[in-house]
């Protein structure tokens, strides 16, 4: 699995941003997909997950309540909708795939992963 992260931006606090991750591969709608960050100086963190349905989703604590992800299966491409954006939101978001059905949030669970896309939130 290939994964193309895009969406990144400048953008105000308390504003919005989509990320997308396109895939490429047959075994998209197999595998578990995931959104982690990582800021200047700090270790990358998970921020959400999504099953291979769409059916289950976990996300950080730092984010809930504001950032949606989903995947259309069909297009190959998985979103993160974030809303009610921080200071704190500033980072590079990866996205990353990972070869079982369950669910997982940790940087380690993960097979693939994509280049990443700045997010830089400013006020």
């Known amino acids: 699995v290939q994964l193309q992260a895009s969406g990144g931006g400048l953008v105000q606090v308390g504003g919005s941003l989509r990320l997308s991750c396109a895939a490429s591969g047959r075994t998209f709608s197999s595998v578990v997909m995931g959104w982690f960050r990582q800021a200047p100086g700090k270790e990358r963190e998970f921020v959400a997950t999504?099953?291979?349905?769409?059916?289950?989703?976990n996300y950080a604590d730092s984010v809930k309540g504001r950032f949606t992800i989903s995947r259309d299966n069909a297009k190959n491409t998985m979103y993160l909708q974030m809303n009610s954006l921080k200071l704190e939101d500033t980072a590079v978001y990866y996205c990353?795939?990972?070869?079982?059905?369950?669910?997982?949030?940790?940087?380690?669970?993960?097979?693939?992963w994509g280049q990443g896309t700045q997010v830089t939130v400013s006020s």
């Open positions: 999504i099953n291979f349905s769409g059916g289950a989703t």
């Open positions: 990353a795939a990972r070869r079982t059905t369950w669910i997982a949030v940790s940087v380690e669970q993960y097979d693939y």
